[in-house]
């Protein structure tokens, strides 16, 4: 269900527009849950798994209120939400991010997340950026809605029914996972069904969607996996891509989506076949896969699109996809020059980030682990280090000068790939992308997480412009990777990041010492 906020309406400066103060509580606890039908302890969020769809227009501003209710001695009883694709400018203290722009809540605390959205309408989502929790179930959608999108009158119906979110599920607390992981299912709306060691269990119910012949629906697909990758698609229909990221886009026409962790995409469907049931197919590609669980047999990773007046039966319909997405085929609707020179090496600044893994510690960057400091980044910039050599920990923290375009290089066939690399305080041009030799400064897609393909002969290379003061967080975004050290962090802007954030709350200095008070007093928790 979508959340419920009461708002105060402050006119906004310059026009004739009113901005809302978006006010909502998220409460964080445990419950036990079953989304594929096998029973296990996992974190809620208002007592729901996945979480409530929270929902703004655009220019409003956020106050969100996390209260911390964990209890389960078998999972973290600390928390962090983090605003995934919300640049937070002004406010990096609210990102949301253990060990970098924060301390965790600790277990009856609570912490209001305040920040604006400014102009950044579309489709985000919410989640935990403490470990791994969000695998635990601390995940939910979240849309800021644009009266005036431009690209409105391609859709009849946009709202809570909509948003559709694929993920994966597992059967163990995600504290007790060991450095390669394997899925037990994956999830179309919060549904989905596994395959015991037996072959059975596999009547759990799946998510339905009903639709009415003749509509166009916007479907704003956010993948809130932890690890596999979703060759998506709906038997018989075409899907046309319209926004990516919180990026509109000129409309493409598509009948598959590869959608890596974290990314999203808004597409109309219009419900333009026979009244009939059709399958809405989620294959999971994982370096890591469930090979009983990588199959459409019985309703796997599979969901239903039922016509208004078909029989509730299951869909008897197949797929094949002549027309999958192709990165460089998306553009801006409106075009956002690349900065910089209009070639390779044509920034102010290029980083190259090699990726690797040993099978018994986990992944480095340039031969670096990273490992949480004690004191979050933010916290040792604002009380006094004011150049990257100061900040911890060290090797993972890259200094970035303010108003310099920066190029990361990021090559593939890394293990555990293809890694979906997501950056925090930004969007970014993809200059070039997986699976392409070639650098594309014509207008090229721009969005906050990139595949960076599986080959060798990938070099995947994302553009940007430090104008955001602040540590961000540069990681891959399958949660299980981060974990064991795939992320660094680009301290930007260093000595301009106090000046750049000044109404940090006296909320937010309370959370390190009762965190430090809480580990104490708990030396064993998770």
């Not at 229909?237 to 919180?246: A, C, S, Y």
């Not at 209009?342 to 990273?370: C, R, S, W």
């Not at 680009?490 to 750049?500: F, Q």
């Amino acid at each position: 269900m979508r959340l419920s906020f009461s708002s105060s309406l402050l006119a906004s400066l310059g026009t004739g527009a009113f901005a809302a103060t978006v006010s909502q509580t998220l409460t964080i606890g445990n419950a036990v849950l079953s989304p594929d039908g096998y029973a296990r302890d996992g974190v809620t969020v208002n007592g729901q798994f996945p979480g409530p769809l929270v929902s703004a227009n655009v220019g409003d501003d956020f106050e969100i209120t996390v209260v911390d209710a964990l209890h389960d001695d078998d999972l973290a009883q600390v928390t962090t939400v983090h605003w995934h694709g919300f640049s937070q400018m002004g406010t990096a203290e609210m990102d949301g991010v253990d060990t970098v722009t924060q301390c965790p809540i600790t277990p009856g605390n609570q912490f209001t997340y305040k920040f604006p959205v400014k102009d950044q309408a579309g489709t985000y989502w919410y989640h935990s950026h403490y470990k791994t929790q969000y695998c635990d179930g601390l995940r939910g959608p979240l849309v800021i809605y644009d009266p005036n999108d431009p690209q409105k009158s391609l859709y009849d119906v946009d709202d809570e029914s909509t948003v559709w979110t694929l993920s994966d599920w597992y059967h163990f607390p995600s504290p007790q996972a060991p450095i390669i992981v394997f899925f037990n299912s994956t999830l179309i709306n919060g549904k989905g069904r596994y395959i015991d060691a037996f072959g059975e269990n596999l009547t759990n119910e799946l998510a339905v969607v009903n639709v009415v012949a003749g509509t166009r629906y916007r479907i704003r697909l956010v993948s809130m996996s932890c690890d596999p990758n979703f060759i998506f698609s709906i038997d018989n229909h075409q899907m046309t891509i319209i926004e990516v990221e919180g990026t509109n886009v000129q409309p493409l026409v598509v009948d598959q989506i590869q959608i890596l962790a974290a990314q999203r995409y808004s597409f109309v469907l219009n419900a333009n076949q026979p009244v009939d049931n059709y399958w809405i197919r989620a294959f999971p590609e994982s370096a890591s896969p469930n090979t009983l669980a990588q199959t459409f047999d019985h309703g796997l990773n599979q969901a239903i699109l039922r016509y208004k007046g078909a029989l509730a039966t299951d869909p008897t319909t197949t797929n094949s996809s002549t027309l999958p997405l192709v990165e460089t085929d998306l553009h801006p609707l409106t075009p956002l020059p690349v900065p910089g020179k209009h070639t390779a090496g044509g920034a102010d600044k290029t980083l190259t980030l090699n990726i690797e893994f040993n099978d018994t510690t986990g992944f480095y960057v340039n031969n670096v682990q990273y490992m949480g400091p004690s004191v979050p980044v933010l916290l040792q910039i604002l009380s006094g280090n004011k150049t990257a050599q100061q900040l911890m920990p060290a090797g993972s923290i890259y200094g970035l000068d303010p108003n310099t375009t920066v190029d990361l290089v990021i090559p593939g066939g890394s293990r555990g790939g293809p890694h979906p690399m997501h950056l925090h305080g930004h969007h970014f041009w993809v200059i070039r992308s997986a699976n392409n030799a070639t650098y594309n400064f014509d207008n090229p897609i721009y969005r906050d997480t990139v595949n960076i393909g599986n080959s060798s002969t990938d070099e995947v290379t994302v553009r940007f412009v430090t104008d955001n003061p602040g540590p961000w967080f540069f990681h891959c975004h399958i949660d299980w990777h981060l974990n064991t050290g795939l992320g660094v962090v680009m301290a930007e802007s260093v000595s301009e990041v106090a000046a750049a954030n000044p109404n940090i709350p006296s909320s937010w200095d309370a959370l390190c010492p009762a965190y430090n008070d809480y580990v104490a007093s708990h030396p064993n928790s998770l």
